[in-house]
């Protein structure tokens, strides 16, 4: 790692809108009686998924690949209130995937979840090679395996707090135990004292039920193990690929991983025995495509069946008279940008510099001109949508002669009128591949330039 402070993602706003359009032919479908069974659909992806294995991906390439191949415990049900993207996983009601029922104690502190009989872990990969499990039923002890194994040190996740709130799982990281004792797989056989075995569960031979118990109270607890880290993956078929499992994934999703060829393709095939029963397509290619304009010409050519609209074409698109505005959706999507601060690393270390950069983004223009006033300037950070979201609180204005003021208050004066910082180090700005976090980027950059600070961006 740099010494440096890494900004993270550059952006300010949130409550972020998706559109995209359908092409005509896929449309026209719409009205059939029946769903058309088979096929191939072509989709498209901006840059290679980083990861296939639920326990590293922390980003929405890689997650979106995986929600196509993996399940967790439970889900969010988009439904009640959401759309089809993967941001609206945050959305909805949750209900049963894995676990098809679960039971919450009185405290807030027992979470125990009783697994679905139907579910299988893939019995085929890789062109139809057999996978190391064999097309077994998902158990107790893989949810613990699962779960063990981002806590792990050796795992490497960068998302092991979303199970630090387990029982034991400090002691378990730490190297003083050899499992989480707060995560406890129940044998079947054994019903507890008073208790009749349960019907559901008379066809499995390992235990299928789970008991997890907290630390603390936890609130979100369930709504986190949507979380694509928390998805259950094969202990067989992990052991078999170690750390190469991140190519290899095998999961219990709709889809199963057939190929990948960086910078062409991903390509996932059908799984007959998904427990939600089989997908109507035979696969689904995502192409690889990095610029906007490209993705958008290649949809127009009839060769990727949907596309979202670049901010540049939005207006165009959406127009009454536009050959594609019967085609086109708007949807709201949950999402921030925000600009993160290594605050333990000067200069942010110092929160006049972190006040000062707020001052310097420029919400509203970016907001106006760059995302064509798709998003919403963020309030704190949470969007609306979002239990426990906030319209009462306000973001620092745009003033670049407060943050001016601000920077040289912190012991950074410029060494001239208009010229650079003494002693403030270029900044890299670490950003998602994209050209619309680019565009956002350089506006920032420019606000930075006119306080005297250099920066550059860093593509991850």
Same mark, same amino acid.
């Given at each position: 790692?740099?010494? =440096?402070?890494?900004?993270?993602?550059?952006?300010? &706003?949130?409550?972020?809108?998706?559109?995209?359009?359908?092409?005509?032919?896929?449309?026209?479908?719409?009205?059939?009686?029946?769903?058309?069974?088979?096929?191939?659909?072509?989709?498209?992806?901006?840059? *290679?998924?980083?990861?296939?294995?639920?326990? =590293?991906?922390? !980003?929405?390439?890689?997650?979106?690949?995986?929600l196509q191949m993996f399940d967790g415990l439970v889900k969010f049900d988009l439904n009640t209130n959401g759309g089809d993207?993967?941001?609206?996983?945050?959305?909805?009601?949750?209900?049963?995937?894995?676990?098809?029922?679960?039971?919450?104690?009185?405290?807030?502190?027992?979470?125990?979840?009783?697994?679905?009989?139907?579910?299988?872990?893939?019995?085929?990969?890789?062109?139809?090679?057999?996978?190391?499990?064999?097309?077994?039923?998902?158990?107790?002890? !893989?949810?613990?395996?699962?779960?063990?194994?981002?806590?792990?040190?050796?795992?490497?996740?960068?998302?092991?707090?979303?199970?630090?709130?387990?029982?034991?799982?400090?002691?378990?990281?730490?190297?003083?135990?050899?499992?989480?004792?707060?995560?406890?797989?129940?044998?079947?056989?054994?019903?507890?004292?008073?208790?009749?075995?349960?019907?559901?569960?008379?066809?499995?031979?390992?235990?299928?039920?789970?008991?997890?118990?907290?630390?603390?109270?936890?609130?979100?607890?369930?709504?986190?193990?949507?979380?694509?880290?928390?998805?259950?993956?094969?202990?067989?078929?992990?052991?078999?690929?170690g750390k190469d499992f991140r190519n290899h994934p095998v999961g219990t999703g709709a889809f199963r991983f057939e190929r990948?060829?960086?910078?062409?393709?991903?390509?996932?095939?059908?799984?007959?025995?998904?427990?939600?029963?089989?997908?109507?397509?035979?696969?689904?290619?995502?192409?690889?495509?990095?610029?906007?304009?490209? =993705?958008?010409?290649?949809?127009?050519?009839?060769?990727i069946f949907h596309s979202t609209v670049p901010d540049p074409l939005y207006n165009q698109v959406k127009r009454r008279d536009?050959?594609?505005?019967?085609?086109?959706?708007?949807?709201?999507?949950?999402?921030?940008?925000?600009?993160?601060? *290594?605050? =333990?690393?000067?200069?942010?270390?110092?929160?006049?510099?972190?006040?000062?950069?707020?001052?310097?983004? !420029?919400?509203?223009?970016?907001?106006?001109?760059?995302?064509?006033?798709?998003?919403?300037?963020?309030?704190?950070?949470?969007?609306?949508?979002?239990?426990?979201?906030?319209?009462?609180?306000?973001?620092?204005?745009?003033?670049?002669?407060?943050? !001016?003021?601000?920077?040289?208050?912190?012991?950074?004066?410029?060494?001239?009128?208009?010229?650079?910082?003494?002693?403030?180090?270029?900044?890299?700005?670490?950003?998602?591949?994209?050209?619309?976090?680019?565009?956002?980027?350089? &506006?920032?950059?420019?606000?930075?330039?006119?306080?005297?600070?250099?920066?550059?961006?860093?593509?991850?």
């Amino acid at each position: 790692m740099r010494w =440096l402070v890494l900004i993270i993602v550059v952006a300010s &706003a949130g409550w972020l809108a998706r559109e995209h359009v359908a092409a005509p032919a896929q449309v026209a479908g719409a009205g059939l009686d029946a769903p058309v069974v088979g096929g191939i659909y072509h989709a498209a992806l901006q840059t *290679n998924p980083p990861t296939f294995d639920p326990a =590293l991906a922390t !980003d929405t390439t890689s997650v979106f690949c995986i929600l196509q191949m993996f399940d967790g415990l439970v889900k969010f049900d988009l439904n009640t209130n959401g759309g089809d993207s993967i941001d609206s996983q945050s959305q909805g009601a949750i209900t049963s995937a894995v676990a098809d029922s679960w039971d919450i104690s009185a405290d807030g502190l027992v979470y125990t979840f009783h697994l679905s009989p139907k579910v299988t872990f893939h019995a085929t990969t890789e062109n139809g090679k057999p996978t190391s499990n064999g097309g077994r039923r998902v158990t107790g002890n !893989d949810v613990k395996f699962s779960f063990e194994r981002v806590l792990d040190p050796l795992t490497e996740s960068a998302r092991t707090q979303i199970f630090t709130v387990i029982e034991g799982a400090d002691e378990f990281m730490a190297g003083k135990t050899r499992d989480v004792h707060g995560i406890e797989v129940i044998d079947p056989s054994r019903p507890a004292p008073g208790k009749q075995p349960d019907p559901r569960h008379a066809g499995c031979v390992q235990p299928c039920t789970v008991r997890i118990r907290l630390k603390t109270p936890y609130a979100p607890f369930l709504a986190t193990l949507t979380m694509s880290n928390a998805f259950i993956v094969p202990k067989e078929d992990v052991l078999k690929w170690g750390k190469d499992f991140r190519n290899h994934p095998v999961g219990t999703g709709a889809f199963r991983f057939e190929r990948f060829e960086p910078n062409v393709e991903v390509v996932l095939s059908r799984n007959p025995g998904y427990f939600g029963g089989p997908p109507y397509l035979d696969k689904v290619a995502f192409h690889i495509i990095p610029e906007e304009d490209a =993705l958008f010409r290649e949809f127009l050519a009839g060769r990727i069946f949907h596309s979202t609209v670049p901010d540049p074409l939005y207006n165009q698109v959406k127009r009454r008279d536009s050959i594609w505005a019967p085609y086109f959706t708007e949807v709201s999507q949950l999402g921030t940008y925000y600009f993160g601060m *290594n605050v =333990l690393i000067p200069p942010f270390d110092n929160p006049i510099v972190r006040r000062a950069f707020s001052h310097a983004v !420029d919400k509203t223009s970016i907001v106006k001109f760059i995302k064509t006033g798709r998003v919403q300037e963020a309030r704190g950070p949470l969007p609306p949508g979002i239990r426990g979201y906030n319209a009462s609180l306000h973001s620092y204005d745009f003033d670049l002669k407060r943050a !001016d003021d601000l920077l040289t208050q912190a012991g950074y004066p410029r060494r001239e009128p208009g010229g650079p910082r003494q002693r403030f180090p270029e900044i890299p700005i670490h950003i998602p591949d994209g050209e619309d976090h680019l565009r956002i980027t350089k &506006a920032i950059q420019a606000s930075l330039a006119d306080l005297g600070i250099g920066s550059y961006p860093v593509i991850n």
